[in-house]
């Protein structure tokens, strides 16, 4: 059987790829997977039923069998249940994506998230965002962008998303965490973040939201 085709948006946080995910999502009619929140999910997982981060194996174990779902179509409605509890807030705090980053390291993690990413892929297609969808988990996909953006203007953009959520926080450990977890990110073993070999490069920083779209729009309509 043939199957779906995929379009694949991969990065760092804070480059907008959410925002290109929904729009092409909206452009194609394929379904969305943000394989970002499947790994922040998975530490806080672990995290209330008292698995250390550091037991990978149990950690890997807990993946194949939670119950995860993503609901709307829009940033403004969408929704993340778990277990049929909504952890939306909680899975996009800058906490979370700090354990989320310490559990993708691990090569047995990563084994038993793999299958149930692959499992979003269906008909009429599938945005997957991430870090490694193009070089990793949909190497054959028809579409491959990645996006980046300088950590200052990742952690400017970060400050506003979370003071206009009421949230305080401190500009230079932002820009500290950014920088951290990059390094993470790209330095691990198992599928480092990097742009895959037919990649297409988008730098975001300086950028507004239209010029970006506006950049994946042609490229979209070369892909066709």
Same mark, same amino acid.
Request: net charge negative; aromatic share 4%.
């Given at each position: 059987?043939?199957?779906?085709?995929?379009?694949?948006?991969?990065?760092?946080?804070?480059?907008?790829?959410?925002?290109?995910?929904?729009?092409?999502?909206?452009?194609?009619?394929?379904?969305?997977?943000?394989?970002?929140?499947?790994?922040?999910?998975?530490?806080?997982?672990?995290?209330?039923?008292?698995?250390?981060?550091?037991?990978?194996?149990?950690?890997?174990?807990?993946?194949?069998?939670?119950?995860?779902?993503?609901?709307?179509?829009?940033?403004?409605?969408?929704?993340?249940?778990?277990?049929?509890?909504?952890?939306?807030?909680?899975?996009?705090?800058?906490?979370?994506?700090?354990?989320?980053?310490?559990?993708?390291?691990?090569?047995?993690?990563?084994?038993?998230?793999?299958?149930?990413?692959?499992?979003?892929?269906?008909?009429?297609?599938?945005?997957?965002?991430? *870090? =490694?969808?193009?070089?990793?988990?949909?190497?054959? +996909?028809? /579409? $491959?962008?990645?996006? #980046? !953006?300088?950590?200052?203007?990742?952690?400017?953009?970060?400050?506003?998303?979370?003071?206009?959520?009421?949230?305080?926080?401190?500009?230079?450990?932002?820009?500290?965490?950014?920088?951290? *977890? =990059?390094?993470?990110?790209?330095?691990?073993?198992? +599928?480092? /973040? $990097?742009?895959?070999? #037919? !990649?297409?490069?988008?730098?975001?920083?300086?950028?507004?939201?239209?010029?970006?779209?506006?950049?994946?729009?042609?490229?979209?309509?070369?892909?066709?």
């Amino acid at each position: 059987m043939d199957l779906a085709p995929v379009i694949t948006v991969d990065g760092p946080s804070g480059v907008g790829k959410g925002m290109v995910t929904r729009w092409l999502s909206s452009q194609t009619g394929y379904h969305r997977l943000d394989s970002g929140a499947l790994y922040r999910i998975l530490a806080l997982a672990s995290v209330e039923q008292g698995i250390p981060l550091e037991e990978v194996d149990a950690v890997a174990a807990l993946a194949k069998n939670l119950d995860i779902q993503f609901v709307g179509e829009t940033e403004d409605d969408e929704s993340i249940l778990v277990i049929g509890n909504d952890w939306t807030r909680r899975v996009r705090t800058e906490e979370t994506g700090a354990l989320a980053s310490r559990i993708a390291v691990a090569p047995a993690v990563r084994a038993a998230l793999l299958q149930r990413q692959h499992d979003f892929r269906r008909w009429p297609g599938l945005i997957a965002d991430g *870090r =490694d969808m193009g070089t990793v988990v949909f190497p054959d +996909a028809v /579409l $491959k962008l990645f996006m #980046d !953006a300088s950590p200052e203007e990742r952690a400017t953009r970060r400050e506003k998303q979370l003071r206009n959520a009421g949230i305080a926080v401190n500009f230079a450990a932002l820009c500290q965490e950014i920088r951290a *977890r =990059d390094a993470r990110d790209r330095g691990r073993e198992v +599928a480092p /973040l $990097k742009p895959a070999d #037919d !990649a297409h490069l988008i730098d975001t920083t300086g950028l507004s939201p239209d010029e970006v779209i506006h950049c994946v729009k042609a490229l979209l309509e070369a892909s066709r």
